[in-house]
């Protein structure tokens, strides 16, 4: 049984009069100790999966359909104090910008206290002596668990946020965006103590970034996400020796820490408003050098291209094509043909 299964999970929020239509049929497993990785631009939906799946979306947004399936139960379905127990115990996230979500006004160290109290019937003592082994297992000085959150640098408290989110031993942690926020000498040395971390406490994890090259590092498989649906998803390593998605090949491009012999090459334009979108055709048709006429009349059916390589485009059987074409930086600069 996998640890987690979502099934068609579509989220909408309320905006005015409008709605958004923030995440369409999402669909993934991941298994015990494994790892998810979730890429996409801006506003593509990332952080609203991992929301629907805690079951903290802001008051308006709903799940719309679907279901989330974890350690065999749908947690859509489960009682707000079911929910509130798994949360933390089972399930655990390191929030986007998680650093400046520490309270000023506590001690670092109380506030990781008062997490593992909430959830455990233990003398404080022991708490703290439990915080202070967690912040040695970030990486962290139990000494700095005495420091208020302006004493503490970025990359610090990061570290503090990854281990509020261990504080309980959970067996899935959800990683939204985790080192953003960061210079990229203290991004990289955080995401090595993720990955050292993993290893050795074996949670799996969904990993959120818009950066395809951490992704490629750091997770087994990967899903690519653009307007709120997935485009591509497979294993990581299939997916990058055998990318089928324009999207995809166009955030390889932009990132070329993962080819690095290759320049830089953006992807041209923005993702679309979701606000009262209809369905009509591929959303990245506007951006994409290869749309041909069917992209605007249907939205493309999710292919099993081979076995667990699942792909959104009508233009699957003329990959070959598609990937020559997608490094020249020519094929960028001209306008989609629809
Ligand atoms: P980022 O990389 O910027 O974090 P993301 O991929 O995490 O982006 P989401 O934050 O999930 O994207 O947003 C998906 C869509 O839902 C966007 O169009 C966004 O404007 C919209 N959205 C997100 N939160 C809300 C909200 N609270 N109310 C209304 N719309 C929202
Ligand atoms: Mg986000």
Same mark, same amino acid.
């Given at each position: 049984?996998a ?7 579509d989220?909408?929020y309320l905006?005015?009069d409008?709605i ?6 999402v ?10 990785g ?7 939906g ?8 805690m079951r903290l979306?802001?008051r308006?947004?709903?799940?719309a359909?679907?279901?989330v ?8 379905r489960l ?18 910008s998680?650093m ?44 700095r ?16 946020? #990854? ?9 899935l942690?959800?990683?939204d965006?985790?080192t953003?926020?960061?210079d ?11 990955k ?8 799996a994890?969904?990993? #959120? ?5 951490? #992704?490629a ?9 653009y ?5 591509e998803y497979?294993?990581?390593?299939e997916?990058?020796a055998d ?25 041209p334009g923005?993702?679309?408003?979701l606000?009262?979108?209809a ?7 506007p951006?994409c050098?290869?749309? #041909? ?6 939205v ?21 094509l598609?990937?020559e074409?997608?490094q020249?930086?020519a ?8």
């Amino acid at each position: 049984m996998a640890l987690l299964e979502v099934h068609d999970l579509d989220v909408e929020y309320l905006v005015g009069d409008s709605i958004v239509r923030a995440v369409r049929n999402v669909f993934f497993t991941l298994d015990e100790g494994k790892n998810l990785g979730i890429v996409g631009e801006s506003g593509c939906g990332k952080t609203t999966v991992a929301k629907a799946i805690m079951r903290l979306l802001p008051r308006n947004g709903r799940v719309a359909g679907g279901r989330v399936v974890f350690e065999g139960r749908d947690i859509l379905r489960l009682e707000d104090a079911q929910m509130r127990s798994l949360r933390w115990e089972k399930l655990s996230t390191i929030p986007q910008s998680a650093m400046n979500t520490l309270d000023p006004v506590y001690r670092v160290g109380d506030q990781l206290c008062e997490s593992i109290l909430t959830h455990r019937r233990i003398p404080r003592s022991k708490a703290w002596k439990r915080s202070v082994e967690l912040a040695e297992l970030v990486g962290l000085e139990g000494k700095r668990l005495a420091n208020y959150p302006h004493q503490l640098s970025g990359g610090m408290k990061q570290r503090f946020a #990854i281990a509020m989110a261990l504080s309980l031993d959970p067996s899935l942690i959800i990683a939204d965006e985790p080192t953003t926020a960061l210079d990229v000498i203290t991004q990289d040395r955080i995401l090595a103590k993720i990955k050292e971390l993993q290893e050795g406490l074996r949670f799996a994890m969904i990993y #959120i970034s818009h950066d395809i090259g951490v #992704i490629a590092e750091v997770c087994d498989a990967m899903m690519v996400m653009y307007a709120g649906r997935i485009v591509e998803y497979g294993i990581t390593r299939e997916l990058f020796a055998d990318t089928y998605h324009p999207y995809t090949l166009g955030l390889k491009n932009a990132f070329p820490s993962i080819q690095a012999d290759r320049r830089l090459i953006s992807i041209p334009g923005f993702p679309p408003s979701l606000v009262g979108i209809a369905d009509e055709g591929c959303m990245f048709r506007p951006r994409c050098p290869f749309a #041909i006429e069917g992209c605007g009349t249907r939205v493309p059916p999710m292919a099993e291209v081979r076995p667990g390589h699942w792909v959104a485009c009508l233009r699957t059987d003329d990959v070959g094509l598609l990937r020559e074409a997608a490094q020249e930086q020519a094929t960028w600069l001209e306008s989609a043909v629809i």
